[in-house]
């Protein structure tokens, strides 16, 4: 594949220019927006002793050397997630931040390797307060762009409209024809029957394949197309193998308060109801990291001090969006770089 041209060439920065200055905006207007709501803006550090604990997400790693030449290994954080989480444990209750964050081996039209997160969090509400947020963010964003609409590959949405919410085991049945939560009991996904509805699905997967492979199949390949047409999509209660750091739905074995905003096929935001059961948030840590291990060859620590917050983190919801895509969308560009001030250089 051929590099790209630098991004400081005047030619070339006069055709993103536009795309640059409707970023600009929308993170002006958001910053008002977050503002009215009661939020505070935070900085937390890129720096961490753990970069996130997920299966398939690859980190920047770098040492801290003292003044003395002590050092240890830290790493690029993924996401600000887990500093947020101690702000709240210190008593923080309205919090959102623009923050910079790094993820090796991806790029493409939707990725980059060091791009922007805007992250924010509500204490004691519930987390379903942050799908009207999401509904509302994109309202904002179209308007601080003068966009009627957003596009991306031939798909559109309204961006002032009600965004649709379906539940993933509706969205399962609807576009593949599986009943999903029949595969999942205790917590945990039965993969010999997950499997056996992929295949009458003709998704086709790998017979060393777990549950939650076999389920990402499927909703990119039947599900996910069928997301963000016409008017955004929330897609909620993800079940609890898919959970990361959400907390189950009260009663249920089954389900987690977790969804995702999708907006002209492109996922934008992950949302929890986020659990403060520290116990189980280790056991899931582990359970990521011995898979990631056996995926990757590779493990990162736990963040300790994180464990020790949780335990006095209130009832809590979050959410991680994709400001550099929603910048994207809705200044019309067709590539994450064309809306990123001064991307990364090329491989």
């Excluded at 702000?87 to 991806?106: M, Y």
């Excluded at 399962?172 to 599986?178: D, K, V």
């Excluded at 056996?196 to 389920?215: H, L, N, R, S, Y």
């Excluded at 983190?313 to 550099?324: E, K, Q, R, V, Y």
């Amino acid at each position: 594949m051929p590099k790209s041209p630098p991004f400081w060439l005047p030619g070339v920065h006069a055709a993103r220019r536009p795309y640059l200055i409707k970023r600009a905006r929308i993170a002006t207007a958001l910053r008002a927006w977050f503002a009215r709501a009661g939020f505070i803006e935070v900085e937390t550090p890129a720096l961490q002793v753990s970069p996130g604990n997920e299966t398939h997400l690859h980190a920047f790693a770098t040492r801290l050397t003292g003044p003395g030449g002590e050092g240890r290994e830290l790493y690029l954080r993924t996401s600000p997630e887990f500093a947020c989480k101690k702000l709240l444990a210190a008593g923080e209750s309205r919090i959102v931040e623009f923050a910079r964050v790094f993820r090796n081996r991806e790029r493409g039209a939707l990725h980059h390797p060091e791009f922007t997160l805007l992250e924010w969090y509500r204490a004691n509400e519930p987390y379903e307060r942050l799908m009207e947020d999401c509904a509302a963010i994109l309202g904002v964003a179209a308007r601080a762009s003068a966009a009627h609409e957003f596009s991306f590959r031939g798909r559109t949405i309204d961006p002032f409209a009600a965004p649709e919410r379906i539940t993933v085991a509706e969205a399962f049945a609807r576009h593949a024809g599986i009943d999903l939560l029949a595969t999942v009991a205790g917590g945990k996904g039965d993969r010999d029957r997950l499997a056996a509805e992929a295949g009458k699905a003709q998704v086709a997967f790998a017979g060393d394949d777990t549950w939650g492979d076999i389920f990402s199949r499927i909703l990119a390949e039947r599900v996910e197309p069928h997301l963000g047409n016409g008017r955004a999509t929330i897609l909620y209660e993800y079940p609890l193998p898919q959970a990361a750091l959400a907390r189950a739905k009260p009663g249920s074995d089954r389900v987690a308060e977790r969804f995702e905003l999708y907006a002209c096929g492109v996922e934008l935001g992950n949302a929890f109801g986020e659990l403060t059961d520290a116990a189980e948030q280790r056991a899931r840590f582990a359970a990521a990291m011995d898979e990631k291990a056996r995926i990757h060859g590779e493990r990162y620590p736990l963040d300790e001090d994180f464990l020790v917050a949780l335990e006095q983190m209130p009832d809590a919801c979050g959410i991680a969006l994709g400001f550099d895509r929603l910048a994207m969308l809705a200044s019309g560009a067709q590539a994450i770089e064309q809306a990123i001030w001064a991307p990364v250089v090329d491989v």
